[in-house]
């Protein structure tokens, strides 16, 4: 049974009387009557609030880009139209047509709605179960888009990812095994380089998109006002990043949150986090930065993904406001930046790697790749925790998990919890004082074999696989910066006291998150110093807002 079976009641709760009137007075607009089977809004339509049914009913039909779908819901009157997409302004990915009886229903554009969520604590959170359910169930029906292509390729496992991750409903059609994706590339005409398709919501069709294409045709990518000045802007979307957008939106100020991949940063990537305060059972870090950023657009922070940031303009005065260039050639603006852009994935020295990244070759573990890789031999290597915590989740899915360590064991950098578990699966072997020192095959026809070296024994053999895991670490992804804010020797940010002297603009003791130029402020993996850990970045992303607020209330001639 789906959930729109077992959950039906939460997914499409009825308000009373009084939960009406409450809601009554958050309105974005009078009440509107719409005629017997009028269009009340389409699937791809922007901008779409939500509709209080007062008289008669509202019909929810979901359908992708296909025209697959059908109605799913009668609304009566109490009930509302809605999912997440709602709180941003963003795409429908549902249609509304009014009854047989026709209907009057009340409006609530996005603002409203936040603001009735956030005003009223029973009826807000009546309103965002039914939407986050409306949501999970869109992901269970394969409902807002359609991906075809051949499975496994890198470009289609990318697209996946960035869907994935972003939280966002697709149906996958492989263009070689599935009937109706043969007839999909068969209808538009599409050569075998034309491929992976995605067939938007309304119908259109991008052949190989990047994921900022995508992005953009999806309506997951917001259209950024040129002219506006953030409170805040955060560049990353990580745990810490998230952290400081809830914390800073819940307080009033207007924030922006860019990333230029997806939400959860590398902790999004992790099928689960057993040592975060709270999650006794543990949490993905796709489930913890899904709920982060729904609870970040409730409040009204702006996520803007994917869009990747080029460089920190700080050539201005330093109490102007500054600039971040994308990569797109626009700029936005803020009176203050936070810095939490974690780490970038650390590449081994073996010369054709780039040749198999998303063809073989893997940074993080998702139940899209475990999918691809689904009873076959795999390697892994790396001696972390987040390599543990890939193991973990990828070795009941495999026939077989070497795992690949180049120090004499896991002792010195994996928690015991996780060396416990790994020494419990049957089919994982350790393979201590091991490095990878080549790779087989084609970009064409993807990994073939990796080649291993013992350094102990001085044995080099090739294994043949399809599929290798690299969780070797992380660089600090600071490239951005453009030299405005002073680093450490190893590239990561420093903040507060341990500032040098002579470090950048600030002209008084620096806030302790804060770095050598005034109104920037750095947290998580990236911060020099910091605890690699998702509760320390969750605390340093709340730490930072008072931190924000003594900094704005300076520049406006109160501190």
Not at 388 to 396: D, E, I
Request: proline letters at 5%; glycine letters at 12%; hydrophobic letters at 45%.
């Amino acid at each position: 049974m789906n959930i729109i079976d077992t959950r039906r009641h939460q997914m499409f709760p009825v308000l009373d009387a009084a939960q009406i009137e409450t809601a009554r007075r958050f309105a974005s607009g009078a009440a509107r009557t719409f005629a017997p089977g009028e269009v009340v809004h389409d699937a791809a339509d922007r901008h779409v609030p939500v509709w209080l049914v007062l008289g008669g009913g509202i019909e929810i039909v979901i359908r992708d880009g296909l025209n697959h779908g059908g109605v799913v819901a009668t609304l009566d009157v109490g009930q509302f139209t809605g999912e997440v997409s709602q709180l941003a302004g963003r795409s429908a990915l549902t249609a509304a047509r009014a009854g047989a009886e026709g209907c009057t229903a009340l409006p609530f554009d996005a603002a409203h709605l936040r603001a009735l969520i956030v005003g009223s604590a029973e009826v807000g959170e009546i309103c965002m179960r039914a939407f986050i359910l409306r949501r999970v169930a869109l992901i269970q029906g394969g409902m807002g888009s359609v991906l075809v292509g051949h499975q496994g390729t890198a470009d289609l496992v990318t697209l996946q990812g960035f869907l994935t991750r972003s939280g966002y409903p697709f149906t996958l059609l492989d263009a070689s095994a599935d009937e109706e994706g043969r007839a999909v590339v068969e209808r538009f005409g599409v050569l075998p380089g034309d491929l992976p398709l995605l067939v938007c919501p309304d119908g259109s069709v991008l052949k190989r998109p990047t994921v900022a294409q995508a992005g953009a045709c999806l309506g997951i990518t917001p259209d950024l006002d040129p002219h506006a000045i953030y409170d805040v802007a955060v560049v990353g979307a990580g745990p810490a990043g998230l952290a400081t957008a809830v914390y800073a939106a819940s307080e009033g100020l207007s924030v922006l949150v860019l990333d230029q991949r997806a939400i959860g940063g590398q902790a999004g990537a992790s099928a689960r986090i057993e040592n975060y305060l709270g999650f006794p059972t543990g949490i993905s870090g796709q489930a913890l930065a899904g709920r982060a950023s729904t609870q970040a657009q409730k409040f009204g922070a702006e996520l803007a993904i994917p869009l990747e940031v080029a460089r920190l303009d700080c050539d201005g005065p330093a109490d102007d406001p500054l600039g971040l260039d994308l990569t797109d050639g626009r700029t936005v603006r803020a009176r203050t930046v936070v810095i939490a852009s974690g780490a970038r994935y650390r590449r081994p020295d073996i010369p054709n790697l780039s040749v198999f990244e998303g063809a073989g070759i893997s940074y993080w573990a998702s139940p899209v790749e475990a999918k691809l890789c689904e009873g076959e031999e795999i390697a892994l290597i790396g001696g972390g925790n987040s390599a543990g915590q890939a193991v973990v989740f990828l070795a009941p899915r495999v026939r077989r998990l070497h795992l690949m360590v180049r120090g004499s064991g896991l002792e010195k950098t994996m928690s015991r919890y996780l060396i416990d578990r790994i020494a419990a699966l049957p089919n994982v072997v350790l393979h201590a004082d091991s490095e990878v020192v080549g790779l087989e095959g084609d970009r064409t026809g993807g990994l073939t074999a990796a080649v291993f070296h013992c350094r102990a024994s001085g044995i080099t053999l090739t294994a043949p696989l399809r599929h290798l895991f690299l969780f070797i670490g992380a660089d600090p992804n600071t490239h951005w910066l453009d030299g405005c804010v002073a680093l450490d020797s190893k590239g990561f940010v420093v903040t507060g006291a341990d500032l040098p002297e002579d470090a950048g603009t600030v002209r008084r003791a620096a806030l302790p998150l804060e770095t050598s130029w005034p109104g920037v402020f750095a947290i998580g993996d990236v911060r020099a110093g910091s605890t690699k850990r998702v509760a320390a970045a969750v605390g340093e992303g709340a730490a930072v807002v008072a931190q924000i607020h003594c900094m704005l209330a300076r520049r406006n001639g109160h501190g």
